[in-house]
């Protein structure tokens, strides 16, 4: 048998061939005006692949020089170009296109996404299915993008544009490659505007797919532009371009402070979908077996790396036992490993950096005397950003891990009272993105979702998402919403025109 060349050693367990065809095409590319491009500089970056620390492909490291003449190619896509000015219609059928040609291609996309963030396939299966929902949905609104008029004078005739906002840049982060992307992507482009993304540098290949299926699909040159790079550099000339009209970001808190600050220069409109802490409260009369089913999905899918994790589970005191029991019982049973093995049900975390970032809470909360009722240490493979899922109980709210926001497989479980205690616990946070409520008694559920501090509110489920629906978040979980009809409101601005009669 030949010996496996590099490509299929760190690409370990992908099975589809175009897999290979696109790692093995020429690196170091960006997407501007339609071409694919060196960074200006030369450099590339590695994109490793978390599992097994391999190499998986080269790609170009673009930087301010490389943004400004993605924002000149967007911007002249966005002033002369035929996006914009397309029949609804027409822009319908190309978002549709690309939604289907996501599906075509999911197969591939999936397994990228597995590869380079580490989430087992089943689950980039899912991700890569809901983006190309994201398209579908918002290719609907095209045509249904309406203005108003409005009771004015006799003399005078007034109505509303809903306009386009221009050139939107985009920055995403390593946890969702695909759903990031297309949640950015499905609004901006339904709404006319013209856009330069910059993925994570973690996981950069998915977004060069995605952008290669755009120009499949018929999007004009110049309208999507994808810059990789790393966030200090491309991110930042995005977040402080002078010509940038919209910046849509999803990350963390800290650096969503600092794009606010770097787009003050031109008042550029802001996005933000930062950090979260998210509440789970489960009451006594809760299906206790859902409720640990929900509560387990809601913290240990994507290996805790989901900024609406069920980070934070109150329990009311009298059945606090029983469901941390659940909840160890459901983590002995996750099956840590090659995203692409079958057996395995939770994957590495993305990169070196989060693994030393998560063991350090996991130190952290032992050290503050939380228990570790299972996990609570690295995973014990040899290679790969491996860690156990850990339930912590005997956790109080004012705890580090209970504050802080880990991005990681870690549940901290914290008893409470009664509703008021629950409630008052649960808003005691800086974030605010979701929560979640379990209980049998239907009045309570609603008058608790009233009164938590956050986005979104799951009752007896958690982490269900659509693109019908809005997402974002509450306090310094950041401002704005994607999806749903509101995500239109982030890429529009509306003129007012006045006819003399
Ligand atoms: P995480 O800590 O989860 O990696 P970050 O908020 O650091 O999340 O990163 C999310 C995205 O923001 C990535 O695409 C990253 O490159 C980018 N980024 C990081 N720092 C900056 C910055 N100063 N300005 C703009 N973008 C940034």
Same mark, same amino acid.
């Given at each position: ?55 998986? @492909? &080269? #790609? /170009? ?14 911007? *002249?896509?966005? $002033? ?98 695909? @759903? &990031? #992307? /297309? ?14 993304? *910059?993925?994570? $540098? ?98 240990? @899918? ?200």
């Amino acid at each position: 048998m030949a010996a496996a060349t590099s490509i299929e050693l760190a690409a370990e367990g992908a099975k589809n061939p175009k897999v290979f065809e696109f790692l093995k095409r020429p690196a170091g590319n960006l997407l501007i005006n339609g071409k694919w491009v060196a960074a200006k500089s030369g450099k590339t970056f590695e994109v490793e692949n978390p599992a097994n620390e391999q190499v998986l @492909a &080269v #790609v /170009a490291e673009g930087d301010k020089e490389d943004v400004d003449e993605a924002v000149k190619a967007a911007r *002249k896509a966005f $002033e002369e170009g035929p996006w914009p000015r397309l029949s609804p219609h027409a822009r319908t059928r190309i978002l549709l296109k690309l939604a289907d040609l996501i599906q075509h291609n999911a197969d591939e996309l999936a397994e990228l996404v597995s590869l380079e963030g580490g989430k087992p396939i089943a689950e980039a299966q899912g991700e890569v299915a809901a983006s190309a929902a994201q398209f579908i949905y918002y290719a609907g609104w095209v045509s249904k993008i309406y203005g108003e008029t409005n009771p004015s004078a006799p003399e005078m005739f007034n109505y509303t544009l809903r306009e386009p906002v221009g050139v939107c840049g985009q920055i995403t982060p390593w946890n969702g490659p695909a @759903a &990031v #992307v /297309a949640m950015k992507w499905a609004p901006a482009l339904a709404c006319g505007n013209t856009v330069v993304l *910059k993925p994570a $540098e973690q996981t950069p290949l998915t977004a060069l797919r995605m952008g290669e299926l755009a120009l499949e699909a018929g999007i004009p040159e110049g309208v999507v532009n994808i810059i990789t790079g790393f966030g200090e550099t491309a991110g930042a000339a995005i977040a402080s371009h002078p010509d940038i009209d919209k910046v849509a970001f999803t990350g963390s808190t800290a650096v969503g402070k600092e794009i606010v600050k770097a787009s003050a220069g031109n008042l550029k409109r802001v996005s933000l979908e930062l950090g979260g802490k998210s509440p789970n409260i489960i009451f006594a009369d809760a299906d206790m077996e859902a409720a640990v089913r929900g509560s387990a999905a809601g913290i240990f @899918a994507n290996q805790g790396e989901v900024c609406c994790a069920a980070s934070r589970m109150f329990v009311q005191e009298k059945i606090y036992e029983r469901f941390a029991d659940g909840l160890v019982d459901f983590a002995s049973k996750i099956r840590l490993g090659n995203p692409f093995s079958a057996s395995t049900t939770m994957g590495p975390l993305v990169s070196k950096e989060q693994h030393e970032r998560v063991l350090g809470y996991l130190k952290a909360g032992k050290q503050e005397g939380a228990q570790a009722r299972i996990g609570g240490d690295r995973g014990p493979q040899e290679r790969g950003y491996f860690v156990q899922p850990t339930v912590f109980t005997e956790v109080h709210n004012s705890m580090k891990i209970a504050r802080e926001e880990i991005f990681g497989p870690v549940a901290a479980v914290i008893r409470f009272k009664d509703e008021n205690d629950a409630v008052l616990q649960g808003n005691d946070t800086t974030y605010g993105l979701a929560a979640a409520v379990w209980t049998r008694d239907i009045s309570r559920a609603h008058a608790v979702a009233r009164r938590l501090r956050a986005g979104t509110v799951w009752i007896n489920c958690f982490m269900a998402m659509d693109p019908i629906s809005p997402f974002g978040g509450y306090k310094q979980a950041g401002f704005g919403r994607e999806m749903g009809k509101e995500a239109l409101e982030l890429y529009t601005q509306v003129k007012s025109v006045f006819v003399k009669l």
